[in-house]
């Protein structure tokens, strides 16, 4: 099953800092997947998209995190990891955070793709 790695979560004060980030499936030395976005889901509540970068490097950033969160994605040792630096955090921004991603070849322009993370917690109390 493919997988998309992610790392990172925690607990943190409100008015802290988080670093997310997610790995692409390992595929020997071969760059095959792509990771493009980050979800989250609250409990109770459906998921929802929190940034994206899509694979021709245009940015999305939902309103609710526009000025705190920054993706950005780097390519090392064949992989992409993909970033999601979290300042200023708020209560309201605990949940689970989730990776997305896809194939190399998805359209250029997409901004989420058909694998996902297993998810990580992320918890802003004080």
């Known amino acids: 099953q493919v997988q998309f790695v992610e790392s990172g979560g925690g607990l943190v004060q409100p008015g802290g800092s988080l670093s997310l980030s997610c790995t692409s499936p390992?595929?020997?030395?071969?760059?095959?997947?792509?990771?493009l976005a980050w979800f989250r889901q609250i409990p109770g509540n459906r998921r929802e998209l929190v940034a994206a970068?899509?694979?021709?490097?245009?940015?999305?950033?939902a309103d609710f995190v526009k000025g705190r969160f920054t993706i950005s994605r780097v390519f090392v040792d064949s992989k992409d990891t993909l970033i999601l630096q979290m300042n200023n955090l708020e209560p309201g921004d605990t949940a689970v955070y989730y990776c997305?991603?896809?194939?190399?070849?998805?359209?250029?322009?997409?901004?989420?793709?058909?694998?996902w993370g297993q998810g990580t917690q992320v918890t802003v109390s004080s």
């Open positions: 997305n991603g896809d194939r190399l070849h998805v359209d250029s322009a997409k901004y989420e793709g058909d694998y």
């Open positions: 390992a595929s020997g030395n071969r760059r095959t997947f792509i990771p």
């Open positions: 970068k899509s694979r021709n490097a245009k940015v999305y950033y």
